[in-house]
Each structure stands twice: as structure tokens, then as C-alpha cells.
């Protein structure tokens, strides 16, 4: 079974750009590309430690340290790590950033 599988990600194969190969490349849904943009649905509302490092602008490894000590919310479904986008936004905001003030548009 496909690793990307049997984490409950979905994968699709997408053929290179490259002129006569023919290696296939795979997209992670709900993972950003290269250039940061998503390839699913962006307001996905279970996030995993990947996508949570990326909001927060740090290491998996330090979410997923944060998460063990309880200082991030999270729960657990097996041996993996999951976030609410709620509860993370919720959780940035009471850390004393304001998304309104930061990035006035």
C-alpha cells in the first residue's frame, strides 16, 4: 500500500514537464506545491503538522513539540498528529497576532 495512502492523503500522479521523459511526478493533495500554492482545497479544517509549519512560518518538528507538551492544540488519530485550522487560527490570535492590523488591506 502507498504510504501517502495509508496516511489518508490522496495522491494522483502528474507526467513532468520535462520533453521525453516519461518518470511521473506525484501531487500530494493538500500539500503546497513548490511555489506555495496548494493543490486542493486551502481551508482544509484538519491540518497536518506540515501544513500547521507553514501557517505558523516554522519546523514540523517544532509543531509537533508543541503539540506533545500541550502548548499547540492537537489530537491524534493513531500514531499521527492533526490540527483543527480553527483551533490553530484561534490559537495564533491569542498568541497576540492580528491578522488585521499586520497585513491592512
Same mark, same amino acid.
Given at each position: 500500500?502507498? &504510504?501517502?495512502?495509508? *496516511?489518508?492523503?490522496? #495522491?494522483?500522479?502528474?507526467? $513532468?514537464? $520535462?520533453?521525453? #521523459?516519461? %518518470?511521473? #511526478? /506525484?501531487?500530494?493533495?493538500?500539500?503546497?506545491?513548490?511555489?506555495?500554492?496548494? /493543490?486542493?482545497?486551502? @481551508?482544509?479544517?484538519?491540518?497536518?503538522?506540515? =501544513? %500547521?509549519?507553514? !501557517?505558523? =512560518?516554522?519546523? #514540523?518538528? $517544532?509543531? !509537533?513539540? !508543541?503539540? =506533545?507538551?500541550?502548548? !499547540?492544540? &492537537? +489530537?491524534?488519530?493513531?500514531?499521527?498528529?492533526? +490540527? *483543527?485550522?480553527?483551533?490553530?487560527?484561534?490559537?495564533? @490570535? *491569542?498568541?497576540?497576532?492580528?491578522?488585521? $492590523? %499586520?497585513?491592512?488591506?
Amino acid at each position: 500500500m502507498d &504510504a501517502f495512502v495509508a *496516511s489518508g492523503i490522496a #495522491a494522483q500522479p502528474r507526467k $513532468t514537464q $520535462t520533453p521525453g #521523459a516519461s %518518470v511521473s #511526478a /506525484t501531487v500530494i493533495q493538500g500539500v503546497p506545491d513548490q511555489k506555495g500554492q496548494s /493543490t486542493s482545497d486551502r @481551508e482544509s479544517p484538519v491540518l497536518n503538522p506540515n =501544513q %500547521v509549519a507553514i !501557517l505558523l =512560518q516554522c519546523h #514540523a518538528k $517544532t509543531v !509537533l513539540r !508543541l503539540a =506533545q507538551a500541550g502548548k !499547540l492544540p &492537537a +489530537f491524534r488519530v493513531g500514531k499521527l498528529w492533526r +490540527f *483543527s485550522r480553527s483551533a490553530i487560527l484561534q490559537w495564533i @490570535e *491569542s498568541q497576540g497576532y492580528n491578522h488585521n $492590523t %499586520v497585513c491592512a488591506a
